[in-house]
């Protein structure tokens, strides 16, 4: 995936069942507007919040 951090979790709840099966990469960087800290908290991770949003996997 190639968005902004900020929209990202927006992105892959969009395309739901679209993304089911597929492998996701995450390329964000969470950095502030004028990138001298992060947008994120401790336990609050971007990724963390995209597996959370994608679809499952199917189950063979």
């Keep these: 995936m190639a968005v902004l ?4 979790v927006d992105v892959v709840a969009h395309y739901g ?3 089911a ?3 996701l990469v995450d390329i964000t ?12 908290t401790p336990g609050n991770a971007v990724a963390q919040q995209i597996a959370a949003a994608a679809p499952r996997a ?3």
């Design 58 to 60: 199917p189950r063979s």
């Design 29 to 40: 960087n969470p950095f502030n507007a004028d990138a001298s800290g992060l947008m994120t």
């Design 5 to 8: 951090y900020a929209g990202a």
């Design 21 to 23: 099966g597929k492998i």
């Design 17 to 19: 069942d679209t993304l």
